[in-house]
């Protein structure tokens, strides 16, 4: 069996109270975010046993994850295949403008190879994201504990992919900010826990 593993979105940025998209754009948390952050450490230090916490190379996952993993002893570990999906030339758009003059959402499902303009595609998100978690998986033992810190739509890929063999899948899953979805992964991928908000009951 693999370790467990559980998922944790990044706090709060502004793009997400705006409705925008934040892919590979480089944006800090909001104090929402520090303390929603700083909450789920204190849930994650009375709760859990920490032996290893990976994080997305972009700062709003790294502060996400020094504050959630405060007491934790050892080196956090930066993987760059767990970013954001990137959508290029369309970065910091609304939703709702990036869906009704892009349809962004629809040529996604229909073509797993289409990307945005020097953005990427749900083929490529899916295979980097499945790579980075078997890889942390492989590193750990089943009595583990593993924090991994990373992002929305990137996470909702992966799980369509290791649970479904289907990037599409992603429309499934709906993380927010500071959400703890628990998996196990190995020859049948599980999800044990999903989106669980519970300690971030002042932001109820």
Known sequence: MSPRILLLRHGQILAN?????HGSTDSPLTI???????????????????DAVYTSPLQRCQHTGALASRGYQGVTQVLDGLAEMSIGQWEDMEFTKLNSEHRLIER?????????????SLAIVAARMQESLLHIAGNHGADETVLVVSHGAAMAVA???L?????TAWMQYRFDNCSLTEIRLGDKPSLEKFNDCSHQSLFG
């Open 32 to 50: 929402k975010g520090r303390w929603q952050a700083y909450l789920t450490g204190r849930f994650l230090r009375k709760n859990v046993s920490l």
């Open 17 to 21: 109270k705006d409705g925008r998209w």
């Open 163 to 167: 649970l479904h063999q289907d990037p």
């Open 108 to 120: 996604f499902n229909a073509d797993l190879e289409w990307a945005p303009p020097e953005g990427e």
């Open 159 to 161: 799980l369509g992919q």
